[in-house]
């Protein structure tokens, strides 16, 4: 079946920082991929998404493409802040998103420091 | 603002107890998940509903039961609740269109003593 590995946690940098979320995937079709954020006491959030091989999904300074040949779906970040501490779940879904819902990953949880 | 509504954040049961989570969306939406979050395995998805009275059994069903009377609420039923149903749950809601994005509740953390 479907299956999503992403690196564990906690994933500790200083403000500033660059950052790299791992994630890799296993899937029988054409996924679309997410990374979804969830901050401290709330419900997880789309943070963004691809939806076919070479897109580059992109929101709040964060970037991820979808690289078929090699099943990612990085997450990268330029310049952390503080605010981003969060923790990050790659996700896909085999239907597009649609009625049976995502297989997500585990989770990052990412601390940034002042 | 759109939301999706969880109607407890924090809920202490006994084990045997029979538990009502309640999840209400307010985008007319008509996929609705049900979630459970547990530290080291993330979410992993219980049931599904695409319309009033459907339901799907998701990757763990067992010892879960779920009812759809309308489009906008989406109740997650413990029969009899155990210690190992401790968790955060969480609600999510999509339209039916493909690659649309999912909206979550705030989540419920449960404790079953």
């Known amino acids: 079946g479907d299956s999503v590995t992403q690196m564990e946690g906690p994933v500790t940098l200083s403000e500033e920082a660059f950052l790299t979320i791992n994630c890799t995937y296993t899937?029988?079709?054409?996924?679309?991929l997410f990374w979804y954020v969830q901050y401290p006491g709330e419900g997880l959030q789309l943070l963004l998404k691809?939806?076919?091989?070479?897109d580059k999904g992109s929101n709040k300074g964060f970037e991820a493409t979808y690289r078929k040949e090699t099943t990612s779906f990085h997450l990268e970040k330029g310049s952390v802040q503080v605010s981003d501490s969060a923790v990050y779940f790659c996700?896909?879904?085999?239907?597009?998103?649609?009625?049976?819902?995502?297989?997500f990953g585990k989770g990052t949880h990412l601390i940034i420091q002042p | 603002d759109v939301k999706v509504t969880q109607s407890s954040r924090y809920l202490v049961k006994r084990t045997g107890e029979k538990v009502f989570l309640e999840c209400v969306q307010d985008?007319?939406?008509?996929?609705m998940f049900w979630y459970r979050q547990d530290p080291g395995l993330g979410l992993r998805l219980i049931y599904f509903?695409?319309?009033?009275?459907?339901?799907e059994k998701g990757d763990i069903p067992e010892g879960y039961s779920v009812s759809r009377e309308k489009k906008e609420r989406f109740s997650l039923i413990l029969e009899s609740a155990s210690t190992n149903q401790t968790s955060m749950y969480l609600c999510?809601?999509?339209?039916?269109?493909?690659?649309?994005?999912?909206?979550f509740g705030s989540g419920t953390q449960l404790s079953v003593l």
């Open positions: 985008m007319d939406h008509e996929n």
């Open positions: 999510a809601s999509s339209r039916q269109a493909t690659n649309e994005k999912l909206f």
């Open positions: 691809a939806t076919k091989a070479d």
């Open positions: 899937a029988t079709g054409y996924p679309s």
């Open positions: 509903s695409y319309d009033v009275k459907m339901k």
């Open positions: 996700a896909l879904s085999d239907s597009g998103g649609g009625a049976d819902g995502l297989t």
